[in-house]
């Protein structure tokens, strides 16, 4: 066949993370430690809001950027936490999952040429969309500041052609919190700056050391700063497919219409699933981080005792030790770690080459998975 395919899309990948899940197919009793999805169920009234909405067949679609009372809730819940406010008339769209809210947003302001800067390493699922929009990637090695973003050399990067830069806090794969002197700075330096600034934020609410600080927050940002977020993580919802962007009306306008020409608006029984989520069932994160600082204690500390340079992470469910001594890379350690010693867990590099020398380890997983899965690391380790 002659036809062809637009190259772009050609050269898309499968993520690493699915490559790795994947082969757990051919591994049945392999201990699992890759997937980022809590493992708690729905809560109950949640999972009973989207039947009920379903039974009273509200199944029809809604306004192109979500249900009113969903965008009242979500302006709600976040506003009265980090001490911003979006309009919902018209700063608020609800997409499916953040997912496409990136999507939307990056499609809405990027142009052929144009450069993003993302902190690596960081969670794949920007790149591609970057790169399907014709920008390039220019990354902010973190590794050699303790995972967080610093501001001066940020600064070194932006050059006329840098059209925005995403934040992601707590950040997919470290699970590191950008800290409050470091992000002071940050909006010293990007006050002033003509780029768009997205934060996702969707791991705000299992913070673990100390309340969560948005960059939203901050006013200075307000004009040029979209912030995406969802109830996937917060309220175990992953295929709900909930998600939001909030940002100046002018711009989210244009995101609104871009998201409409995708999917003309997120399914509506999970939207009234999401609004009982952001009301009644807002308390749901906490129930889950007491479980979280159990586990991320413990694996922590299993990491260190086998002797694994490691950052202890103060949010979301991962974790990312360093396999530099070990003279392999990150990928092969984690192919020989499956098959070997029985344990999955994804390459560092999935998170874009500086994370190259690490694996990410999921702990959203119960404490008997875990301590099989991190017996089986440390036999593996030793035979080194
Ligand atoms: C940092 C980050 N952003 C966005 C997403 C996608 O979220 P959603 O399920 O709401 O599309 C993920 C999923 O793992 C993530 O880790």
């Known amino acids: ?10 050269a898309l990948e499968v ?6 899940a994947n082969q757990l197919v051919n591994f049945p009793d392999a201990i ?33 950027a979500g249900l009113l009372e969903l965008r009242e809730a979500v302006n709600n819940f976040f506003s009265t936490k980090y001490g911003f406010s979006y309009d919902p008339q018209n700063e608020i769209v609800i997409t499916n999952g953040a997912s496409e809210a990136i999507d939307s947003i990056f499609r809405t302001i990027l142009e052929e040429g144009d450069e993003v800067i993302l902190p690596a390493p960081i969670y794949s699922g920007y790149v591609p969309v970057i790169e399907l929009c014709g920008a390039k990637v220019v990354y902010l090695d973190t590794t050699k500041t303790g995972l967080q973003p610093s501001a001066k050399e940020l600064e070194k990067l932006i050059t006329e052609k840098t059209k925005a830069i995403l934040f992601n806090n707590p950040s997919n794969p470290t699970g590191v919190v950008i800290e409050k002197e470091t992000m002071d700075e940050l909006v010293q330096m990007l006050k002033d700056k003509d780029v768009y600034i997205m934060t996702d934020e969707i791991y705000s609410e ?31 919802m992953t295929g709900w497919r909930i998600g939001f962007v909030m940002g100046p009306a002018v711009i989210l306008k244009q995101v609104m219409l871009m998201h409409s ?22 308390d749901t994160p906490k129930e889950m981080n007491i479980e979280y600082v159990k586990r991320r204690d413990y694996v922590y500390n299993r990491l260190v005792e086998m002797g694994l340079s490691v950052e202890k992470p103060n949010g979301a469910f991962y974790i990312f030790p360093s396999i530099k001594g070990f003279s392999m890379n990150s990928f092969d350690f984690a192919t020989k770690l499956l098959h070997e010693g029985g344990v999955a867990v994804v390459p560092g590099s999935t998170f874009t080459p500086y994370g190259e020398g690490y ?5 959203a997983y119960s404490m008997s998975v875990l301590v099989e899965g991190l017996n089986r690391l440390e036999a593996f380790i030793q035979k080194l």
Not at 15 to 20: C, N, S, V
């Open 261 to 282: 020409y995708n999917s003309i608006c997120a399914s509506l029984p999970a939207q009234y699933a999401a609004i009982e989520a952001l009301t009644n069932a807002k």
């Open 32 to 64: 699992n430690l890759t997937i980022g999805q809590p493992d708690f169920p729905t809560p109950i009234s949640v999972k009973e809001a989207g039947i009920r909405a379903i039974e009273q067949n509200l199944t029809g679609y809604s306004h192109n």
């Open 206 to 236: 299992n913070t673990f050391a100390g309340d969560h600080i948005s960059l939203a927050s901050y006013k200075e940002l307000r004009e040029k700063l979209f912030y995406i977020h969802g109830v996937s993580k917060s309220h175990s």
């Open 15 to 20: 993520p690493g993370i699915r490559q790795f």
């Open 1 to 10: 066949m002659s036809l062809s395919i637009n190259p772009r899309a050609k």
């Open 359 to 363: 694996i990410r380890i999921s702990y």
